[in-house]
């Protein structure tokens, strides 16, 4: 009798630990089968669409706009300020088709408003307008794309925040919305009284132009900040600086355009939250700003007060600079990300555990550039606050990352950790 009482607790560990082992198994079985589920829809899957550019919300931004090659203009996610542009305040979890002109030529995306240039050049904006950040002279929500003046000259756009920047034909360069940190670049200074209030207001419900130069190419928009590049390959920045995002070695706001550095070989900048990149013609690549979250891709702890070469490749062909994570493609096709992954935004599978808590179990932020999947045909890439885009040389567009917002991978992963393709419509064959 006393040895059947010794062993009921052993027989009770033993059945304890098969149900722990039935339980693995179990587990591991079906996570199994949802990884061939979704391999298996993935190579299924026929997408005939082919897109021509693509771009996600702002620093906060979580909605989405492509353009298709028929010139067709397509949005996805939140829209709870009509930023998608279809005439309702409903969030889209799949791309809905937007008016039927098939004349769109390019699409900017801010936290949530939306631009748009058209072939013929003319202006387009629609959504949030409380700062006057659609350029019409109002502060009333369009829930419609609406044309802003009669002008047929506007060549590139780009928004992020409450503020937009355009740059016409003739090399001029202008500017609306929210004008807080001087990101409007028309030199003029908020007064801020104590009790967080305003004595001059510098923000402007219309275009307007900055300067009298006529060499502007290249504009892009971050948080609370403007980034440009001229035809002679200088840079220049000015707005929000108390990240050193603007690169000019110090965090004190820049009331209009300032160069960085005397560098003339600078192609193309992308502004982010709170960091900054930029190619040279060299195909050298370089950060700048915040590193909190590795999104400089230099593996260094300390922000970056000016420009700092990442590695020492010369292949870098475009950069994308997201809220707080990278995205870049070199020339050979690859695509490459570092920084930030919480939501799987770098697209490379790693999947962060979470405690109860809310504690990381895993770390899968990347402090130096990872190259992302095997593929050799990425064409163009765009990050967001929390997911990423991109579309490669087949038209095809994909995304990973994000949040449920904006899902497209018809409930089989909402949280894509490597990249998924986007279609339409369902078109499995």
Known sequence: MKNQKGLAPLLIVIILAGIFVSGVILYFSLKL?????????EKERVCLEQFLTVTTGGYLGNHSLAIKTDGTLWAWGDNHNGQLGDGTQIDALLPKQIDVDTDWKMVATANDHSLAIKTDGTLWVWGDNHNGQLGDGAQIDALFPKQIDTDNDWEMVATANDHSLAI??????????????????????????????YKENCDRKFPVRIGADTDWKIV?????????????GTLWA???????????????????????????????????GSHSLAIKTDGTLWAWGQKDSGQLGDGKKNNAVFPRQIDTDTDWKMVSAGGSHSLAIKTDGTLWAWGYNHNGQLGIGCK????????????????FPVRVGRNTDWKIITAGSGGSFGIKAD??????GGSYVGTVDYGVEPYPYSPRQICTTKSNQ
């Open 220 to 232: 892009s928009v971050g948080r609370s900040s403007s980034f440009a590049i001229k035809t002679d």
């Open 395 to 400: 038209g095809t567009l994909w995304r990973w």
């Open 352 to 367: 962060p555990h979470y405690f109860l808590e809310g504690v990381y179990k895993g770390n899968c932020d990347r402090e």
């Open 238 to 272: 000015w707005g929000y600086n108390y990240f050193y995002q603007l690169g000019d070695r110090t965090r004190i706001d820049a009331l209009f355009p300032k160069q960085i550095d005397t560098d003339i070989n600078w192609k193309m900048v992308s502004a982010g």
């Open 33 to 41: 089968v949802k990884e061939v589920k979704i391999e298996k829809m």
């Open 168 to 197: 016409k034909t003739d090399g001029t360069l202008w500017a609306w919305g929210d004008n807080d940190h001087g990101q409007l670049g028309i030199d003029c200074k908020p007064h801020y009284y104590l009790s967080g209030g």
